[in-house]
T-cell receptor
Framework: NAGVMQNPRHLVRRRGQEARLRCSPMKGHSHVYWYRQLPEEGLKFMVYLQKENIIDESGMPKERFSAEFPKEGPSILRIQQVVRGDSAAYFC??????????????FGEGSWLTVV | KNQVEQSPQSLIILEGKNCTLQCNYTVSPFSNLRWYKQDTGRGPVSLTIMTFSENTKSNGRYTATLDADTKQSSLHITASQLSDSASYICVVSIMNSGGYQKVTFGTGTKLQVIP
């Protein structure tokens, strides 16, 4: 049972380009979370999705950032017109269907975005 | 405001020694508390998870405690090894009405184990 798979692991973009980060949750997991970790800082919640639905995007910047989790395929975090301040590690996590407070959230290895 | 505070921010210990990391939270209503280990350049890996009714949980050399009354948790590492060098993150969850976990992360304790 593969873990949470993220790709690319490292991505370099010039200012103004678009970055697309992909996340395949663990098998059987229907909940996907995206977090951002700036250098030397803790993880910050961005968005929570279930299949085809954005449930909570309270942590997403209002502009340039979007996320989706289609019926088929991985979840995508899209950053348009990247700026230097977007340079960070972006972590995806997944958890089983809701109902149990003891559900563990499993993290991927992260995608490191560098904007030059 | 939901907050999770960890102390110390950083810690250096000798290989073989024990250490204890602290986590205080104000998250409410509390659902569960987890400790994660994050190696440099890697994703966080779960060490322990505790609900409000549990006050201790062990995973090998790692033992977590939880006092839901004082809203404090600790992670005790026994007989530290060089591979324990990492950031340790306390994560507190709310199970909200939508049936999903909204988590608040602590900023972590950076542990360095030296020979």
């Amino acid at each position: 049972n593969a873990g949470v798979m993220q790709n690319p692991r490292h991505l370099v973009r010039r200012r103004g380009q678009e970055a697309r980060l992909r996340c395949s949750p663990m098998k059987g997991h229907s909940h996907v979370y995206w977090y951002r970790q700036l250098p030397e800082e803790g993880l910050k919640f961005m968005v929570y999705l279930q299949k085809e639905n954005i449930i909570d995007e309270s942590g997403m910047p209002k502009e340039r950032f979007s996320a989706e989790f289609p019926k088929e395929g991985p979840s995508i975090l899209r950053i348009q017109q990247v700026v230097r301040g977007d340079s960070a590690a972006y972590f995806c996590a997944s958890s089983p269907p809701s109902g149990r407070s003891g559900n563990t959230i499993y993290f991927g290895e992260g995608s490191w975005l560098t904007v030059v | 405001k939901n907050q999770v505070e960890q102390s110390p921010q950083s810690l250096i210990i000798l290989e073989g020694k024990n250490c204890t990391l602290q986590c205080n939270y104000t998250v409410s209503p509390f659902s569960n508390l987890r400790w994660y280990k994050q190696d440099t350049g890697r994703g966080p890996v779960s060490l322990t998870i505790m609900t409000f009714s549990e006050n201790t949980k062990s995973n090998g050399r790692y033992t977590a405690t939880l006092d839901a009354d004082t809203k404090q948790s600790s992670l005790h590492i026994t007989a530290s090894q060089l591979s324990d060098s990492a950031s340790y993150i306390c994560v507190v969850s709310i199970m909200n009405s939508g049936g999903y976990q909204k988590v608040t992360f602590g900023t972590g304790t950076k542990l360095q184990v030296i020979p």
